[in-house]
């Protein structure tokens, strides 16, 4: 059980708990999402299981985007920075949040990573690499502009149906680790894209392969049409 929201055991945080929890939450995404605006900053949170492929297509993003892309990450796991080496790697600026016992990012832990990473204040970009879990991450705001969910191929076409508010929350799907659907007979596109259908009030999803590069041209181009241009480079805003 997570012990920051504990989810599910409503015998130990009565849902009055939760609710402090969740408004408490919901000033510091406030104040995270003005701080976005006024630097003209978007940022995506990017949601999905363990293995769902979130780190890899990252690293095509950087790799589509090219070495003047400005652009940084806050990656969210319980333990170790392997996903923030990963990315530093791939050219991005990284910083790792590594959240011990919670099963997801909430919107104090984003705030205490930008003043770690002082750069965010220049990027088109912050990716928000979520803790792997289809549960947890899609209650908590950050201040985010979008929230994108990774869905591998491998994971089963009824995963949408099982967790419905994830998706029910979601921008935009991407469907990763297209290039194993060879290895897998039994795996229908258009099932999961039926489900999605059912769930998301506008549902979209594009098919991508971090390993082949398949569809991150797609993507990239989504993310172009959240950019808000700068109307100056001498903006003028209060400190963090």
Same mark, same amino acid.
Not at 27 to 54: C, Q, T, W, Y
Not at 111 to 127: C, I, N, Q, S, V
Not at 211 to 237: K, M, Q
């Given at each position: 059980?997570?012990?920051?929201? *504990?989810?599910?055991?409503?015998?130990?945080?009565? !849902?009055?708990?939760?609710?402090?929890?969740?408004?408490?939450?919901?000033?510091?995404?406030?104040?995270?999402?003005?701080?976005?605006?006024?630097?003209?900053?978007?940022?995506?949170?990017?949601? =999905?299981?363990? *293995?769902?492929?979130?780190?890899?297509?990252?690293?095509?993003?950087?790799?589509?985007?090219?070495? =003047?892309?400005? !652009? =940084?990450?806050?990656?969210?796991?319980?333990?170790?920075?392997?996903?923030?080496?990963?990315?530093?790697?791939?050219?991005? %600026?990284?910083?790792?949040?590594?959240?011990?016992?919670?099963?997801?990012?909430?919107?104090?832990?984003?705030?205490?990573?930008?003043?770690?990473?002082?750069?965010?204040?220049?990027?088109?970009?912050?990716?928000?690499?979520?803790?792997?879990?289809? /549960?947890?991450?899609? !209650?908590?705001?950050? *201040?985010?502009?979008?929230?994108? /969910?990774?869905?591998?191929?491998?994971?089963?076409?009824?995963?949408?149906?099982?967790?419905?508010?994830?998706?029910?929350?979601?921008?935009?799907?991407?469907?990763?680790?297209?290039?194993?659907?060879?290895?897998?007979?039994? !795996?229908?596109?258009?099932?999961?894209?039926?489900?999605?259908?059912?769930?998301?009030?506008?549902?979209?999803?594009?098919?991508?392969?971090?390993?082949?590069?398949?569809?991150?041209?797609?993507?990239?181009?989504?993310?172009?049409?959240?950019? %808000?241009?700068?109307?100056?480079?001498?903006?003028? /805003? =209060?400190?963090?």
């Amino acid at each position: 059980m997570c012990q920051a929201c *504990g989810c599910g055991d409503t015998n130990i945080v009565p !849902v009055s708990l939760n609710e402090r929890i969740l408004a408490a939450n919901d000033r510091a995404a406030r104040h995270n999402r003005e701080h976005f605006r006024d630097r003209h900053v978007s940022a995506i949170n990017l949601m =999905g299981s363990p *293995g769902a492929g979130k780190t890899a297509v990252l690293e095509a993003t950087a790799r589509m985007l090219g070495p =003047g892309a400005r !652009v =940084g990450v806050l990656a969210g796991d319980l333990a170790t920075d392997n996903d923030a080496q990963r990315i530093r790697a791939a050219g991005m %600026v990284a910083e790792s949040i590594t959240t011990g016992t919670a099963c997801h990012l909430d919107a104090d832990m984003i705030h205490k990573g930008l003043h770690r990473m002082p750069e965010w204040r220049t990027f088109d970009y912050l990716f928000i690499e979520n803790v792997g879990n289809l /549960v947890c991450p899609a !209650v908590y705001d950050l *201040g985010q502009d979008v929230n994108v /969910v990774a869905l591998s191929v491998t994971e089963g076409e009824d995963k949408p149906l099982k967790y419905p508010t994830m998706f029910q929350k979601a921008d935009l799907v991407l469907l990763t680790k297209i290039d194993l659907l060879p290895h897998l007979p039994d !795996v229908r596109i258009e099932t999961i894209r039926e489900n999605l259908s059912i769930v998301m009030p506008a549902p979209r999803m594009f098919s991508v392969s971090a390993r082949t590069g398949e569809g991150i041209d797609r993507w990239v181009h989504w993310l172009e049409g959240l950019r %808000v241009p700068r109307a100056s480079e001498h903006v003028i /805003v =209060g400190a963090l």
